[in-house]
């Protein structure tokens, strides 16, 4: 008998290798590869609805140095209902997928495999062929922003899942499991695209709509800044010693970021309105009344 060395509890015959570290190590990557996607997901969803949401303003938003927080948060703003549709209908989907598991015997479980595979297959070629030729003619899904490309990562999922069925006994190769997310990565950002414009745009007709119920803002200035559009108007202050000499009604403070001032008219229309991109310096003061509140004469 071989003498025993250590405190080691010896490892019965044919055991295998603990895998704990590799799998903590592979479930480690898989997280951090979603955490990233969704991150970039986030921030490219906040950043073209910051685009088209000051585009319907008329202000091109690289004036107003927006902040990746601002970006993240409009990111998070839109998507979160999406996202909390699509991981309940995952997470769905993974519970039948586990009832079906544990309920069925192993052959009938195989005979369901076996059927479903060539219907995913089917299905997820149907999808693939149909969301090309949408993006080569999009014009008929502008009403339905982010399918094409949800049904294109769908599609995608469905041939995976057909092939390793079929290609059970290979072990999948790198190159095909990088492919594999890159495809349905690029689905999840075309959905994104297609959806954020949407969510701006309409970000943008609520806003304008919000405008008469926001608070009056009064603009006083040390020189003049000739703002003119319908219902601003300028008064020039007839106190010569006064560190304001101008003041500026009828508008509404819109926001402000990266050292800007963006008011628009109280009456704004989004066929006539503009919008007055000022910087922010000592020389300007604000004051904020109730929405309808009328200015006195002077100042």
Not at 53 to 71: C, G, K, M, N, S
Request: hydrophobic share 45%; charged share 15%; glycine share 10%.
């Amino acid at each position: 008998m071989t003498p025993r060395r250590g405190l080691r509890r010896p490892e019965p015959k044919g055991a295998e290798p603990d895998p704990g570290p590799p799998q903590a190590l592979k479930l480690v990557g898989a997280v951090l590869a979603n955490t990233t996607l969704l991150t970039a997901l986030l921030y490219f969803f906040g950043l073209i609805e910051t685009q088209v949401l000051f585009a319907y303003f008329r202000v091109h938003y690289t004036l107003l140095a927006q902040t990746p927080d601002e970006i993240f948060a409009r990111g998070v703003d839109g998507l979160y209902l999406p996202l909390a549709g699509a991981a309940g209908a995952v997470l769905g989907c993974v519970i039948v997928v586990r009832i079906l598991r544990l309920r069925l015997s192993e052959g009938a479980w195989t005979r369901l495999l076996r059927i479903s595979a060539p219907i995913a297959a089917g299905l997820g070629a149907l999808l693939v062929i149909a969301t090309v030729l949408v993006a080569l003619n999009p014009e008929p899904f502008r009403d339905r922003p982010g399918l094409p490309g949800l049904g294109f990562g769908a599609g995608v999922l469905m041939l995976l899942f057909a092939w390793r069925h079929w290609a059970s006994a290979l072990r999948p190769s790198l190159l095909e499991l990088v492919l594999g997310y890159a495809l349905v990565s690029i689905g999840l950002f075309w959905a994104v695209s297609d959806y954020s414009a949407s969510v701006g745009t309409r970000r943008g007709f609520e806003t304008a709509a919000q405008l008469p119920a926001r608070p009056a803002a009064t603009l006083y200035s040390a020189e003049s800044l000739n703002l003119t559009a319908g219902g601003v108007l300028q008064v020039k202050c007839a106190d010569p010693d006064a560190a304001y000499k101008y003041r500026y009604t009828g508008l509404k403070l819109l926001l402000q970021s990266g050292g800007q001032y963006v008011f628009v008219p109280s009456g704004w229309r989004a066929g006539s309105g503009v919008a007055f991109v000022i910087p922010k310096t000592e020389k300007l003061r604000l004051e904020f009344g109730p929405a309808r509140s009328t200015p006195p004469a002077g100042c």
